[in-house]
């Protein structure tokens, strides 16, 4: 079982719109939304990630969400839904996790993507609410200190 940790991400940005499928225990979510703007502050601070030049960049509305995009793989794009710097975010740190591209692979062929569409539709604040339900009715995020963990089976 599972609360919300998995999830697939549709953006168009011709439209402006993104489809999150996203999962609740055993139930899929697809959550439609207007695509969120960011704007966010770039340093001269550098780094290596996988053989990638990388530059650090913070978030102007919250700090603590930094960055690391490299302007070599000029795609506006990164890990949960952030975007809006001249490159691939290749690490993403927020308070409470860090994401890293582990690997980039390459294809020649024209790969068609298409947008998620199994799941009830419902709306973002309608399902941080039930995630939420759900993750107090299991003891999770109380404050408390509560060990339970779930685990996708």
């Known amino acids: 079982m599972q609360i919300g940790g998995s999830s697939a991400i549709y953006m168009d940005m011709d439209t402006k719109t993104s489809i999150s499928q996203e999962n609740i225990l055993d139930r899929t979510f697809l959550i439609k939304e207007t695509v969120k703007t960011?704007?966010?502050?770039?340093?001269?601070?550098?780094k290596e990630i996988i053989n990638k030049k990388c530059t650090k960049a913070t978030l102007k509305e919250n700090p603590t969400i930094v960055a690391w995009f490299t302007s070599e793989i000029p795609v506006s794009f990164g890990p949960m839904g952030y975007y809006g710097l001249p490159g691939l975010i290749l690490q993403l740190e927020t308070p409470s996790k860090k994401y890293i591209i582990q690997e980039i692979s390459v294809s020649k062929?024209?790969?068609?993507?298409?947008?998620?569409?199994?799941?009830?539709?419902?709306?973002?604040?309608?399902?941080?609410?039930?995630?939420?339900?759900?993750?107090?009715?299991?003891?999770?995020?109380?404050?408390?200190g509560s060990k339970v963990k779930i685990i996708k089976m």
């Open 109 to 144: 062929e024209n790969i068609s993507i298409k947008a998620p569409d199994k799941g009830k539709e419902i709306s973002r604040e309608d399902f941080d609410a039930l995630k939420k339900k759900k993750q107090e009715g299991l003891g999770i995020d109380k404050g408390n």
């Open 38 to 46: 960011y704007d966010w502050d770039i340093t001269t601070e550098y």
